[in-house]
């Protein structure tokens, strides 16, 4: 850490125009492990300059997310628009400085000055027309137009950073032009607000995807201008979809609360989005304390992750078969909630355990229990399949058999299996498989008896009449 900051501050800072996408999601991971790691300290920042399109809506679901993730932070949320007097402050020291200045060119002078570049084969930079310079002269301001503020850039020289994540960079000023801070509305540009934020807020290190790298230049520029401390900088890749696209809306679920909502838990949510560019060793299983203790930056890696549904249904998976149940059947009456079932917890949690090995998600284990609290509604072909005239005579021994017990237990229903096979001389899978359809809808369960044991005894009973 530089000798500038007397500890380590990181943030994230998401834009409220929609959900807290995966690929933020795993940038805040990261700097929340990195800050707690070294016993700093995590910040979240709403950059909410886009206004058109920033809502409260995406505020809070953004919110709700971190929290579901439990990415808590130290301060914040911190909102942007809420410190425009900060922003004019500081380009106010710009322009008295020498570093920033009024630029009067209206779109149909810019759109000019790139199509006579473009025919001369030059690359479309602004050639600094309005920039004061000793021994120009500039032409009056033009009635009528409101100026936008652009940082007055270095000429020449390199820009030069050790990455964090990709090692030294380096870039030519050549290759920048003189950026816009301030819009004509006064709202401050992404490239302008960050910095004053950063610098205001100690932020030492900024973790942030590799579509910012060409961001980096200007910022360091603008921070030089300031005479700011300069964080370090650690650009994380992309992440892919499972078609080696961008991970996109597009293409299926990146928003972090449809997962939520679609029954996974923020343990293995976590444990996944830690892996996709970073590893411990060969650790695929690990707890959030786990990683702040190992997370100090380093193996972090430059290329590209690939989202993989199979993987976080595998990890997730797992926590699902070791949370607490009683917590688990929380979550499992949530899901049903959704489905229009309304059940309590003690009617759930003594079955969550004989499915949950079978689960990827909270929502699959709904999936289980939906059989006990609705109609079978066996199809068709099942019925047509398994429910045949040569085990109906079966169907009625057991269901005989099962009326007539005291105790409805595993073991009772063990016994009255027993003698329904004896009696009919059918083997387990003949009976068991019709009785599956019947009574659960389905033709597979884990083993019957168990099963069986967590209905009510009238409606089993209900559901064989069936046949």
Known sequence: MS?????????????????LHLGTARTALYSW?????????FVLRIEDTDVARSTQDSVDQIIAAMNWLGLS??????YQMQRLHRYQAVVEQLIAEGTAYRCYAT?????????????????????????????????????GVKPVIRFANPVD????????????????NREIDDLIIVRQDGVPTYNFAVVVDDWDMRISHVFRGDEHVNNTPWQINIFKALEAPLPSFGHLPIILGDDGLKLSKRRGAVSVMDYAANGYLPEGMLNYLARLGWSHGDDELFSAEQMVSWFDGGHLSKSPAQWDPAKLDWVNGHYVKHIDEARLADLVVAQLARRGIAVGVDEVQPKVGLFKDRCATVAALA??????????????????????????????????RLAALTDWNKAAMQQALKETLSISGLKMPQLAVPVRVLVCGRAQTPPLDAVLEHFDKKKVLERLQVA
């Open 157 to 172: 020289g390199d820009v030069t950073w050790d990455d964090l994540v990709k090692g030294p960079i380096t870039i030519n």
């Open 107 to 143: 779109p149909e002078d810019l759109e000019a000055m790139r199509e006579a570049q473009r025919a001369r084969g030059e690359k479309t930079l602004y050639d600094r027309r309005w920039r004061p310079e000793p021994g120009k002269t500039l032409p009056a301001p033009p009635e």
């Open 367 to 400: 999936d289980w229990l939906v059989m006990y609290f609705t109609p079978a509604n066996p199809s068709a072909d099942d019925l047509a399949a398994h429910v045949t005239d040569a085990v109906r005579p079966a169907l009625k021994v057991l269901a005989e």
């Open 33 to 41: 492990a990195y800050a707690r790691h070294h016993g700093g300290e």
């Open 73 to 78: 932070y130290d301060e914040g949320p911190i």
């Open 3 to 19: 000798s500038t900051f007397d500890k380590v501050r990181t943030r994230i800072a998401p834009s409220p125009t929609g959900f």
